[in-house]
Nanobody
Framework: QVQLAESGGGLVQAGGSLRLSCVAS????????MGWFRQAPGKEREFVAA????????DYTDSVKGRFTISIDNAKNTVYLQMNSLKPEDTAIYYCALRSIASTQWHYWGQGTQVTVSS
């Protein structure tokens, strides 16, 4: 059974940094991609970033380009989201997700971790 467990959220002032982690377990992931999504209060969940398990094809939504970096440590089955220059509008619950590289559907989701950026 695939499980995803996020950590690293918290409260930070605008301009600060946080690093989110997501540990995947339950199978081998060599043909998968991992992503980060977020959902702010009253808004729909939105895509933030994604990366292939090999570490290639990193992709970001425009609003985080140049500020967020997604990376993966295959040995630890862990994907990271380094978030710098945080803004109040980055406040949301952040979820990691997993999909097969042969699919566009994100099949597995973590429980989420809260990120709050104060102004």
């Amino acid at each position: 059974q695939v499980q995803l467990a996020e950590s690293g959220g918290g409260l930070v002032q605008a301009g600060g940094s946080l690093r989110l982690s997501c540990v995947a377990s339950g199978r081998t992931f060599s043909r998968y991609a991992m992503g980060w999504f977020r959902q702010a209060p009253g808004k729909e969940r939105e895509f933030v970033a994604a990366i292939n398990w090999s570490g290639g094809n990193a992709d970001y939504t425009d609003s985080v380009k140049g500020r967020f970096t997604i990376s993966i440590d295959n040995a630890k089955n862990t994907v990271y989201l380094q978030m710098n220059s945080l803004k109040p509008e980055d406040t949301a619950i952040y979820y990691c997700a997993l999909r097969s590289i042969a699919s566009t559907q994100w099949h597995y989701w973590g429980q989420g971790t809260q990120v709050t950026v104060s102004s």
